[in-house]
């Protein structure tokens, strides 16, 4: 047996020993994966659910239900709030933290009135060698991360996820549009429609993956440096739709796509972590 078999059965044991689960399921590629195995391991005893709100890129929360149902999940939908939260709003570098912490209260709310024993997340055992202060409101409110607990990388998700026939094997990350802000910069309603807009109409126009970092009123645009002279021969189009949507300015981010990039500008060295996660070595 290889390892991904073994971490692949170690998962669903992990989801059998839980009874019944809740699952905070965005409808990227970790959480479609952890539906799946724990409706194939669990039953109706295991739960999707997704909070909706204006962080989220236009078609997304349409793509979750369109998943929930192709897996043959039960799937409730919980309105959510974040831009409620001054904190949240503010945009300091724990953002994820306090946006977290809201919405698996939330869940753990409906987990508790539908007598769901546990709530679990997407967390995979990459997630833990980057910044994500969202980690741990998860971990302060007991909710489990079994993807992480079964040691299962990235690219074994989206390997188990090919070798189920799902959909969202090859999908590219997307995380919430706050995402995209400065942190200090205040999020708006009104920013995060402008740069959902602006990325749909980037991805319509051709660039499969693309960030559009919203800097005022200047969009920095981050596309895969193979995609790079792609923008530039589209300059105009872009640069006129982006002026219609309310920006003044748009610039090319000559490093291309990267993952977090708003962490760059982080002090990494003095701050103490926002929490220690220790992992126990696969056997």
Do not use: W
Not at 157 to 172: E, H, N, V
């Amino acid at each position: 047996m290889d390892c991904l078999e073994q971490k692949y059965g170690h998962l669903k044991e992990i989801l059998q020993g839980y009874g019944s689960v809740m699952v905070a399921f965005s409808g990227g590629v970790d959480s479609t994966l952890l539906l799946k195995v724990a409706v194939d391991t669990l039953k109706e005893k295991a739960i999707a659910v997704t909070s909706t709100g204006e962080l989220y890129s236009p078609g997304e929360i349409e793509e979750a239900v369109e998943l929930a149902r192709f897996i043959g999940a039960e799937h409730l939908i919980i309105a959510g709030s974040e831009l409620d939260n001054p904190v949240f709003t503010s945009n300091p570098p724990d953002r994820c933290y306090h946006c977290k912490k809201k919405e698996y209260g939330e869940i753990l709310a409906v987990a508790g009135a539908r007598d769901v024993k546990v709530v679990i997340d997407g967390v995979n055992a990459d997630d833990l060698n980057d910044y994500r202060p969202g980690i741990r409101a998860g971990i302060e409110l007991g909710v489990s991360s079994p993807l992480k607990d079964a040691g299962l990388r990235k690219e074994e998700i989206r390997a188990l996820s090919r070798k189920l026939g799902l959909p969202t094997a090859d999908k590219p990350a997307n995380p919430c549009l706050a995402s995209r802000f400065p942190y200090g910069t205040p999020i708006t309603t009104q920013g995060l429609r402008q740069v959902g807009a602006a990325e749909n109409f980037l991805r319509k126009l051709g660039i499969p993956q693309v960030r559009v970092r919203h800097h005022g009123n200047l969009a920095r645009i981050e596309a895969p440096s193979a995609y790079l002279k792609f923008v530039v021969e589209h300059a105009v189009e872009i640069e006129s739709k982006l002026r219609v949507l309310g920006y003044t300015y748009v610039a090319l981010d000559l490093l291309g796509y990267r993952t977090g990039s708003m962490n760059e500008t982080l002090n990494v060295h003095s701050p103490e972590p926002l929490f220690t996660v220790s992992v126990s070595s696969e056997k």
